[in-house]
């Protein structure tokens, strides 16, 4: 017998009869067996239990999304108009130089503007205003496809909503969080206010370029009018500015803002409110500068470096501080140097910059509260023999050294003959004397032996960034060029590597990581490097230059152009790179004015007290113009040794009147009579008599 068979279960008789399942014997395939199986209850289904917790847990999220915004962003806020920015600058030492605050302008209606005016903002800013909730995931959609799969210029998917949020009480900052509350105050805006309160709010505290915040200063700053009285072109050309106000201000750049302008016509176009034949009957806007009430509170240094301080720092702010490159006591120094440069009718610029590009001095004028405008940024002037420097680092690289010869001789390019200013040919000479005595013939037979593209790569790779014409023409510098990137090519040199690119901010408000890359310099090859300072040190100790000799080692190369309109000195010393220029604003010419002469000097005296060091005796000079004796009309400078020469009692005597201001007594050469013998004893001459020996320079 077996024990381990199973026994069938024996069921209970007292347990009463259970129901049939209706799901017995059902595989899945087709109705269950007996008709459709019962419901369960509502809170008993797993997909409803799940839902609600969700919701719940999205419940809970959204209170403490509020709450956290309300303690980091104060929803309150945004309803009310921001506070007028202020901007104060630091020199490098921490002390203040500048205060800026803003120019508001009074709040505008949008309801009681042109529709034209309106409509050029939203064409060009938030195309479906009007149906959006505060956000435009269209817009989204189309900036994250532009700026990732072409090369078109980047774009931005912000909604006007979500840019006046940004700009009434947020950072410029681009982070997630600083994003997400962006998005949930634009919600909180379009519940509390409607369409044209959100537009007026925007279009009352915009930033407009110049320092001007809302469209009715920037209205009246740049037109004139009222913000009710814009036309469409200037409602275009303000429309255009929001994307990059101090890049296209039109009082810098007219240009680029009329071609902003065109853009946005084209936008009206596209969204239905202009017709094509209205767009093209669209001119471009023209300007209309207001005077301003009173004087500005800047520099020509606070000047330059606010827009990009202000454009780092957010664009609309309580009070602001921001610390600059700018030494105070070079900043005295440049100043002090242009007051004791005697000028007359002319103007004066002056830069001076680390090796890195760090500008710690700027002067654009010779009086700030006369003339606003920055000589040293804003004008473009020829260089003239300064320009050499790249010419002669074009032969360096192509295979020459300081100790090679070039012809000082006539030459004729085509159908351009240079001759050196002076007449004086030499012949054979070396490059470095050459460069020294700055032959226009030999600057001539280079660009031609080396070609115009070599040297328009030179300039180029230094950080020349301005048209150069490739013609022979430009080795005597007849391109123009700002006195601030040409020091930054100077500047290349002093640093061994290029470009250089000046820069007024300190490093804490430099770019990010990944900007400094894209902007690496890259070192100049030695050989060439060491050739070119020996050229600029040869310019200083016996050439052009040697009003700019200092007791410690000097390089840099003077420059003057035609007619004498523009001269120049650039170099540097002790760590210290400058820049000086000088001419008159309407480029008329400027008789006795050179290179070598005042602006020579002006730059020894900055340096000398920006060094600490003391001019260094010099030799005879080498000047750089026949005409540096001063004529009775339009003088500005004594360039040259001024001589009356008479007699009294049968005796010759003279008076000499030397270029720094001191008076010599001197004693006049006796001539020879036709029937005096040849070989009686010559006269002696006093010593003290200095004879120049006039040098061609310019064109």
């Given at each position: 017998?077996?024990?381990d068979?199973?026994?069938p279960?024996?069921?209970?008789p ?16 087709g109705p269950?067996?007996g008709?459709v199986?019962?419901?369960l ?6 997909w409803w239990?799940?839902?609600?917790r ?8 959204f209170v ?5 915004l309300v ?21 490098a030492e ?11 302008g009074k709040?505008?209606d949008a309801?009681?503007?042109?529709d034209h005016v ?8 938030d ?13 989204i959609?189309r ?13 931005g ?11 009434a009480?947020?950072?410029?900052k681009?982070?997630?969080g600083?994003?997400?509350q962006e998005?949930l ?13 959100i ?5 009352s505290?915009?930033?407009?370029g110049?320092?001007?915040y809302?469209?009715d200063?920037?209205?009246r700053?740049y037109f004139?009018r009222?913000?009710?009285?814009l036309?469409?072109?200037q409602?275009?050309?303000l429309?255009g ?7 296209l201000?039109p009082?810098?750049?007219l240009k ?9 016509v084209g936008?009206?176009?596209d969204?239905?409110f ?6 093209r009957?669209v001119a471009p806007a023209?300007l ?15 000047d ?8 780092r720092?957010g664009e609309i ?5 921001v610390?600059?490159?700018l ?5 005295r120094?440049?100043?002090?140097a242009v ?12 830069v ?8 710690i ?5 010779k009086k ?6 920055n000589?040293a ?5 020829q260089?003239g023999?300064?320009?050499k420097?790249?010419v002669?680092l074009a032969a360096l690289?192509?295979?020459?050294r300081?100790?090679s ?5 006539p030459?004729?390019?085509g ?7 002076d007449g ?6 070396t490059l470095r004397?050459?460069?020294a005595r700055?032959?226009n013939?030999?600057?001539?037979r ?10 328009i790569?030179?300039?180029r790779?230094l950080?020349?960034?301005t048209p150069i014409?490739?013609?022979a023409?430009?080795?005597l510098g007849?391109s123009?060029v700002s006195?601030?990137e ?12 290029a470009p250089?690119?000046?820069r007024?901010l300190s490093a804490?408000?430099e770019p990010?990581w ?6 690496m310099n ?9 050739g070119i ?6 310019a200083v100790?016996?050439g ?5 000799a200092?007791?410690v080692?000097t390089?840099g ?6 007619d ?7 170099g ?13 604003d309407?480029?008329t ?5 050179a ?10 005296d900055?340096m000398?007290q ?5 001019a ?7 000047v ?8 009775d009309?339009?003088q ?7 001589e009356?020469?008479?007699?009294i009692?049968?005796?010759?005597v003279g ?16 001539e020879?009579?036709e ?7 010559p006269?002696?001459?006093?010593r003290?008599?200095r004879?120049?020996?006039p ?5």
């Open positions: 017998m077996r024990y068979t199973l026994y279960e024996i069921a209970d007292r347990a009463a009869a259970a129901p049939p399942d209706p799901f017995d014997g059902f595989a899945g395939d269950p067996p008709g199986p019962p419901r209850p509502l809170r008993q289904r797993p239990r799940w839902s609600m969700g919701l719940a847990a999205l419940i809970v999220l403490l999304t509020i709450g956290w303690f980091t962003a104060p929803l309150s806020k945004s309803l009310e108009p921001p506070v007028p920015p202020s901007i104060t600058l630091l020199s921490g002390n203040p130089i500048a205060k800026t605050g803003a120019e508001v709040p505008v309801a009681k503007l042109p309106v409509e050029a903002f939203i064409a060009v800013e195309r479906r205003f009007r149906s959006h909730w505060g956000i435009d995931p269209r817009g959609l900036a994250f496809v532009n700026n990732v799969f072409t090369s078109n210029s980047s774009q998917g912000s909604t006007i909503t979500q840019q006046l949020a940004k700009n009480f947020l950072s410029s681009r982070t997630f600083r994003k997400f998005v105050i634009a919600f909180w805006l379009e519940a509390w206010l409607t369409k044209d309160e537009l007026s709010r925007y279009l505290n915009v930033y407009f110049d320092n001007q809302g469209l200063a920037a209205a700053h004139s009222p913000a009710d009285d036309t469409t072109a409602a275009a050309m429309a500015l929001v994307k990059a106000p101090s890049r201000a009082s810098t750049n680029g803002a009329q071609e902003r302008q065109k853009v946005v936008t009206m176009v969204a239905g202009l017709t094509e034949a209205e767009g009957a023209r209309r500068l207001a005077r301003s009430k009173q004087l500005p509170s800047g520099t020509y240094f606070a330059w470096v606010l827009p990009e301080a202000r454009d720092s702010a309580t009070e602001q501080t610390t600059t490159t030494e105070t006591r070079m900043q120094a440049a100043e002090r007051r004791n440069a005697g000028l007359r009718q002319s103007q004066i610029a002056i001076a910059m680390r090796p890195d590009g760090r500008v001095a700027m002067v654009g004028g700030y509260a006369d003339s606003p405008f000589r940024t804003q004008a473009r002037r260089p023999s300064t320009f420097l790249f002669y690289r192509n295979g020459m300081p100790d010869t070039v012809l000082d001789e030459v004729t390019i159908e351009w003959s240079p001759k050196n200013n004086r040919y030499r012949g054979e000479i004397q050459a460069f700055s032959s013939v030999a600057a001539a280079l660009i031609r032996d080396v070609g115009p593209r070599a040297v790569r030179a300039a790779d950080g020349i960034s014409a490739e013609e023409s430009i080795a007849t123009t006195l601030l040409l020091t930054a090519a100077y500047a290349a040199i002093a640093a061994g590597e250089v690119r000046p007024g804490e408000d990010g990944f900007s400094r890359f894209a902007n890259r070192p100049l090859g030695s050989r060439e490097l060491e300072r020996e050229l600029m040190a040869a100790s016996e052009t230059g040697q009003s700019a200092l007791s080692e390089f190369k003077t420059g003057t152009t035609q004498n309109r523009d001269a120049l000195f650039l540097y010393a002790g760590g210290i790179v400058a820049g000086v220029w000088m001419g008159n309407d480029n010419p400027n008789p006795g004015l290179g070598g002469g005042a602006p020579a000097r002006v730059w020894r900055f000398a920006a060094l600490g060091v003391t260094r005796p010099r030799a005879e000079p080498v750089e113009n026949l005409s540096d004796a001063l004529t009309e339009g500005n400078f004594i360039d040259a040794p001024i009356i020469e008479g007699s009692g049968g005796e010759g008076v000499r009147v030397n270029p720094d201001g001191s008076i010599e007594m001197t004693r006049p050469e006796r020879v009579p029937d005096e013998e040849l070989d009686a004893p006269v002696e001459r006093d003290r008599r004879e120049p020996v040098e061609g320079e310019g064109l």
